[in-house]
C-alpha cells in the first residue's frame, strides 16, 4: 500500500544538472512514487541568483536561502549538485543534523572529506549516496560497493573524463594539435571556460580516490593520487603512439599491489594498444575496467556527462534513499576496514616510451642503452630515425619502478649526444 504523505526533497544547485533533476523529478512523478512507495515532492530548489529564467522550472520553488530550506524540518532528502567544498560541505552537514539523507554529485568534496561525510552520515542515521560524482550515468559505484562486496577487486582502471577523451581523441582521428582539439572542444560544451580541473587531471584524481576507497575498502583521498594531465601530450606523442599500434588515454589506474599491504591510485596519459577496449573509447565517453578476483574482468561504458545523464545517476540515488527512508533503514555506508597506506609514485612498476632526441652519430645508441642498464631499466624496443646530424631514439622498456625510470632521464639528460627528452609517456593495458 503507497503511502500518502509525500517525501520532500530540497535540491541545492539549479545549473545543467540540477534543472535536469528538477524536470525529470517533475514530469516522472508517478512513476518515481510508483517505485518508491510514496509520493516525492520538490519542495525547494536553493540558487546563488533567484533572477535567472530558469525554463520549465518552477519560479515558486526557488529561494536564495539554502540553510533556510534544509533546516526549515520538513526536508527528508536534500540533493546537493552545487558542486565545490564550501558552501556544499557545511549544507551537507546541516542536512545530516536535521536527519536528511544527501544525495549529492559533489566528487572534489567527496574525495577531499568523504571519510568525515561519511561519519557524519553514520552518526545521524541516514544515508550519503554519491553515484553521480563518478562517471555520470555509468552505474559503477552501486556495483562496486553492493554487487561485488563478496569478491576482492585488485584493480580499476578507465576513462573516467570525457573532455580529455574528446580532445585526445580529436587529437588521434584528425591530426589536430592539443590547442586546436580543446578549442573544438570548447566551441561544443564538452570544455569549460576555464578547463583546468579537465585538462590537468583534477576531475580524474577526484574519481580516482573515491573509486579506489570503494574498491579497496580504504581511505583515499584526492591527495594520495598521483596526477598528470594532457596539457603536454603533442601530436608527436600520438603519432609515435600510432607507429607502435596505441592509442593516448588518459587513465585513472587504482590498483592493489601484489603483496596486499597497499593500494595505489594515479591519473596520467598512457598508451594503450589498440587491442585494449578502452581504445575504441571514443568522443567524450567514459569507460571502466573493473579486475576482481572471482568476477574477473568487468566493463562499464556509457556517458560520463552531462545535465541527463548525471541526473539519471542523481535520481536513481533519489529512488534509494527514499525507499530507505519508508523502512527506517540506511544503505551500505563507508567500509574502510582494510586501512592500506597508498604507495607513492615513485615505487610504482610500469612500462615507458621514452623520445629522445640525439646527435646522428655512431655509438650513441650505445651510450643510451648503457645508461638505461646502470639503472636497471630493461629495454623492450628501440626505433631510430637519422636525418643530417640529427636523429631520434624511440625507446619503450619493461615494467620499472617510476624512481628508476627518473633517474635514467635525469642521467640522459647530462649526456652531449642527447640533445632533448622529447617526451614520456607511459604504457598501459598490455
Do not use: W
Not at 524540518?73 to 549538485?81: A, F, K, L
Not at 580532445?167 to 570544455?191: C, N, P, R, V
Not at 527514499?322 to 544503505?331: I, V
Request: glycine content about 10%; hydrophobic content about 45%.
Amino acid at each position: 500500500m503507497m503511502r500518502t504523505r509525500p517525501l520532500k526533497v530540497a535540491l541545492l544547485g539549479c545549473g545543467v544538472v540540477g534543472s535536469e533533476v528538477a524536470r525529470i523529478m517533475t514530469t516522472t512523478a508517478d512513476d518515481l512514487a510508483a517505485r518508491i512507495g510514496a509520493p516525492v515532492e520538490l519542495a525547494g530548489i536553493a540558487v546563488r541568483r533567484a533572477g535567472r529564467e530558469r525554463p520549465g522550472v518552477p519560479a515558486h520553488l526557488l529561494t536564495t536561502d539554502a540553510e533556510g530550506l534544509i533546516n526549515r524540518g520538513d526536508i527528508d532528502v536534500v540533493i546537493e549538485v552545487v558542486g565545490g567544498i564550501e558552501p556544499s560541505k557545511h549544507h551537507i552537514l546541516s542536512a545530516f543534523k536535521q536527519g536528511a539523507s544527501v544525495v549529492s554529485a559533489n566528487k572534489a568534496l567527496l574525495a577531499q572529506d568523504g571519510a568525515e561525510l561519511h561519519a557524519a552520515a553514520a552518526a545521524a542515521g541516514v544515508d550519503l549516496y554519491y553515484e553521480a560524482a563518478v562517471a555520470g550515468a555509468i552505474p559503477l559505484l552501486r556495483p562496486l560497493r553492493e554487487s561485488l562486496a563478496g569478491d576482492k577487486v585488485n584493480r580499476v582502471l578507465g576513462i573516467v573524463n570525457g573532455t580529455t577523451n574528446f580532445i585526445l581523441d580529436k587529437m588521434d582521428t584528425t591530426g589536430a594539435g592539443y590547442s586546436e582539439a580543446l578549442e573544438e572542444a570548447t566551441a561544443l560544451g564538452y570544455a569549460e571556460a576555464d578547463p583546468t580541473a579537465d585538462v590537468e587531471g583534477f576531475d580524474a584524481a577526484a574519481k580516482a580516490a573515491i573509486l579506489a576507497g570503494i574498491a579497496f575498502h580504504t581511505k583515499v583521498t584526492a591527495a594520495d593520487v598521483y596526477r598528470e594531465g594532457i596539457t603536454e601530450v603533442t601530436a608527436a606523442d600520438i603519432a609515435s603512439a600510432k607507429a607502435m599500434g596505441c592509442v593516448v588515454k588518459l587513465l585513472a589506474i587504482c590498483e592493489r599491489a601484489a603483496d596486499g599491504e597497499s593500494v595505489t591510485a594515479r591519473v596520467h596519459p598512457a598508451m594503450i594498444p589498440l587491442s585494449h577496449p578502452l581504445a575504441s573509447v571514443r568522443e567524450a565517453y567514459n569507460a571502466v575496467f573493473v579486475e576482481a578476483e572471482a568476477a574477473g574482468r568487468l566493463m562499464f561504458y556509457g556517458p560520463g556527462a552531462g545535465g541527463s545523464p548525471t541526473a539519471s545517476a542523481v535520481l536513481g540515488d533519489l529512488v534509494a534513499v527514499c525507499r530507505n527512508k519508508l523502512n527506517a533503514a540506511t544503505g551500505p555506508g563507508d567500509s574502510v576496514y582494510t586501512q592500506l597506506p597508498a604507495k607513492p609514485m615513485d615505487e610504482v612498476v610500469t612500462r615507458y616510451h621514452v623520445s629522445l632526441d640525439v646527435d646522428d652519430r655512431a655509438g650513441v645508441l650505445a651510450q643510451v642503452a648503457s645508461v638505461f642498464a646502470e639503472h636497471g631499466v630493461s629495454i623492450d624496443t628501440v626505433r631510430q630515425q637519422g636525418r643530417d646530424g640529427d636523429a631520434s631514439l624511440v625507446v619503450v622498456t619493461h615494467r620499472a619502478t617510476d624512481a628508476a625510470l627518473s633517474a635514467t632521464v635525469d642521467k640522459l639528460r647530462a649526456l652531449d649526444s642527447v640533445r632533448d627528452v622529447a617526451s614520456i609517456m607511459r604504457v598501459e593495458g598490455e
